[in-house]
């Protein structure tokens, strides 16, 4: 039996990630600084550490017997453009520390594959309609923020210990993804969980505020494509950074109107200032595609399954204990990443 580590795993990609690697009959151990908050994980063994410290690393690679067989590093201090923009230092900090004890760890440990998810933020902006980029342009590198910046100094510190310590190096640069069981308030969430939040809190014929112009150009991932897309790049022999996501791209105003339209809601646009990132982004598949691996779902179909679990949230919380109904439309959240 295969064992996997899932760093992050009481966050919303790596929780699925360990569902995903259960059905594929690993044994796997879950590391966080805290537990799934949604539903509990599939994870085998979960610990809680953390993995700023060489030691949480050390203890989350150590097995009683044998050696992983692959690492899954997705553990992030992370959030929407809100969080990206406030929180710099923060981001910097913990991210670096993080992924450089992790990957020592591994080496010191002799795991033989590691996975490392950075983003699409280690791109530059773009215009609307300019030709896809490839993995090789992200060079010369002009990310657009510091989570980027930290992203693309990981890639590099991950694929230095692979060539000295002569283990596998596996990179997926996600496009913003999305899902069930994401964070969808509280200032973290991106732009889909929020604008499923404020659809869900908006009466019908309602008006939202949603950050920018609602002309910023993203494609949005469902989560089950992701995590495929993890699996299948983890297990192919594709070294050096692959892009994953949807070919779909679309305009927040796209987003907006599809998440409406799923909510079966009339729903109003105000456009409000806020951080909004890049204007736009093409980026190419295809390295990811000669794994075998495509998207599955439009954003229609991901709405479909996202949008009903974020009313189900917004409806709890409003019946639950201390809360009122007048939870404002309006409020917080609405960033966009990558
Ligand atoms: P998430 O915030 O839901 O999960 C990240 C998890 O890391 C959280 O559960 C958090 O508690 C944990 N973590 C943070 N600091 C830690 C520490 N010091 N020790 C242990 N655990 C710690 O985020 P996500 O959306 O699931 O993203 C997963 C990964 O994918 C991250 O690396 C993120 O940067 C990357 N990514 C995500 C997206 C996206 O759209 N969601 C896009 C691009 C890249």
């Given at each position: 039996m295969k064992k996997a580590l899932v760093c992050?795993?009481?966050?919303?990609?790596?929780?699925?990630?360990?569902?995903?690697?259960?059905?594929?009959?690993?044994?796997?151990?879950?590391?966080?600084?805290?537990?799934?908050?949604?539903?509990?994980?599939?994870?085998?063994?979960?610990?809680?550490?953390?993995?700023?410290?060489?030691?949480?690393?050390?203890?989350?690679?150590?097995?009683?017997?044998?050696?992983?067989?692959?690492?899954?590093?997705?553990?992030?201090?992370?959030?929407?453009?809100?969080?990206?923009?406030?929180?710099?230092?923060?981001i910097l900090r913990n991210n670096a520390l993080i992924n450089v004890n992790m990957i020592h760890a591994a080496a010191r440990a002799g795991v033989p594959r590691y996975f490392f998810s950075s983003s699409v933020c280690i791109y530059r902006d773009m215009e609307p309609g300019e030709p896809e980029l490839t993995e090789a342009e992200a060079y010369p590198a002009r990310p657009d923020n510091e989570y980027g910046w930290e992203k693309l100094y990981a890639e590099r510190v991950a694929l230095a210990f692979g060539r000295k310590y002569g283990f596998e190096v596996r990179i997926a640069r996600f496009q913003n993804c999305?899902?069930?069981?994401?964070?969808?308030?509280?200032?973290?969430?991106?732009?889909?969980?929020?604008?499923?939040?404020?659809?869900?809190?908006?009466?019908?014929g309602g008006t939202i505020d949603v950050w920018g112009d609602g002309r910023a150009i993203r494609s949005y991932t469902y989560v089950d494509d992701m995590v495929d897309g993890i699996y299948a790049l983890t297990q192919s022999s594709l070294r050096g950074p692959a892009n994953i996501g949807s070919?779909?791209?679309?305009?927040?105003?796209?987003?907006?109107?599809?998440?409406?339209?799923?909510?079966?809601?009339?729903?109003?646009?105000?456009?409000?200032?806020?951080?909004?990132?890049?204007?736009s982004r093409n980026f190419s598949n295809e390295r990811i595609y000669s794994t075998g691996w495509k998207s599955r779902y439009s954003l229609r179909d991901g709405?479909?399954?996202?949008?009903?679990?974020?009313?189900?949230?917004?409806?709890?919380?409003?019946?639950?204990?201390?809360?009122?109904?007048?939870?404002?439309?309006?409020?917080?959240g609405g960033g966009l990443t990558p």
């Open positions: 992050g795993a009481g966050g919303f990609i790596a929780s699925h990630l360990v569902t995903r690697l259960k059905r594929e009959g690993y044994w796997v151990r879950g590391v966080d600084l805290k537990r799934p908050e949604f539903s509990a994980t599939a994870a085998d063994d979960f610990r809680l550490l953390d993995l700023r410290e060489p030691g949480g690393c050390d203890s989350a690679i150590a097995l009683e017997q044998g050696r992983f067989d692959e690492v899954y590093q997705l553990a992030a201090d992370m959030g929407g453009m809100g969080f990206i923009h406030s929180a710099e230092c923060e999305y899902g069930p069981e994401g964070t969808w308030t509280g200032g973290r969430e991106k732009a889909p969980a929020a604008i499923c939040r404020k659809v869900a809190e908006a009466m019908d070919p779909e791209y679309v305009s927040v105003a796209q987003l907006v109107k599809t998440v409406a339209q799923v909510a079966g809601k009339t729903i109003g646009v105000k456009y409000v200032e806020g951080p909004v990132g890049v204007q709405i479909a399954r996202t949008y009903p679990w974020v009313d189900q949230q917004v409806h709890a919380r409003r019946a639950g204990p201390g809360v009122g109904a007048g939870v404002s439309a309006a409020a917080g």
